[in-house]
């Protein structure tokens, strides 16, 4: 009996603090409901600026490094190589190799003929870019005043070479309809697409956006350098093919 006066007592003094909150809260309608929507302002405003200021995990696949795209019509291909970003100055660096058939780093590409085109997401209002040659078939696509969250920067090369072997002279103007058809087609499909995630790239607090010949001085440094590895490595292997021969003899010999 005790127990259940106790328990009648507890919502009794509920009630009695729920009916206080009721007529204090009526008492002061007019402020309560001014903090109330002053307080939903505020939670809103502070996602606003959270969804705008904290980086987001970005959605969309990014190529991968030292993979052959293919672009143009005739059998080009594109190796993003290196892919650098600094987001102090918004400074983003990305190294291509240009090949004209089979993959190789002598192969000779008229660069010239290599156009780039960008487009950036949440990538900010002021960034700008430009293509920079720095050997006979590599190429450096810099950014500068790039936004230091933007999601993801797509590029795609086009190949401005034109390739003889599909040009056509039409007989008739059905023919020539039909021509050009095609041609808006294989333009279309004959573009590179490189994909750059915000969260695979490198970061770097030194890079800077660098001058055609510091570019271009870091990329001979960087073949002399994969040469010489290449050249270690020959040697090494040169090294021990004569020893499994002057092993191979000695075991003859002592037969």
């Not at 606003?48 to 200021?53: E, G």
């Not at 993003?80 to 970003?85: G, H, Y």
């Not at 002021?126 to 006979?136: A, F, K, L, M, W």
Request: proline share 2%; with cysteine; aromatic share 8%.
């Amino acid at each position: 009996m005790t127990a259940i006066i106790t328990i009648a007592d507890k919502f009794r003094n509920i009630f009695q603090r729920f009916s206080r909150f009721g007529t204090w809260f009526l008492e002061n309608q007019r402020r309560n409901l001014i903090a109330i929507f002053s307080l939903f302002i505020l939670i809103a405003f502070s996602t606003t600026v959270m969804v705008n200021i904290t980086p987001r995990p970005s959605n969309l696949p990014s190529t991968e490094l030292n993979t052959p795209v293919s672009f143009g019509t005739l059998n080009k291909t594109a190796s993003l190589t290196k892919s650098v970003f600094n987001k102090n100055n918004g400074v983003l660096e990305l190294h291509y190799t240009i090949s004209g058939s089979a993959v190789s780093d002598q192969d000779l590409v008229d660069i010239s003929k290599i156009k780039f085109t960008a487009m950036t997401d949440h990538g900010g209002s002021q960034v700008t870019g430009r293509v920079v040659p720095t050997s006979n078939n590599t190429v450096v696509v810099q950014f500068k005043n790039l936004s230091h969250n933007f999601n993801a920067v797509t590029l795609t090369a086009h190949d401005k070479s034109i390739n003889t072997a599909t040009v056509e002279a039409p007989s008739s103007i059905v023919a020539d309809s039909s021509s050009a058809k095609k041609t808006n087609a294989n333009s279309n499909t004959a573009s590179g697409k490189f994909i750059i995630n915000r969260d695979k790239v490198s970061k770097s607090n030194t890079l800077t956006f660098a001058s055609q010949k510091e570019l271009e001085v870091s990329e001979s440094d960087a073949k002399i350098s994969a040469q010489q590895t290449l050249i270690s490595k020959n040697m090494n292997a040169v090294v021990e093919y004569q020893k499994a021969i002057w092993c191979t003899n000695r075991t003859q010999s002592k037969q």
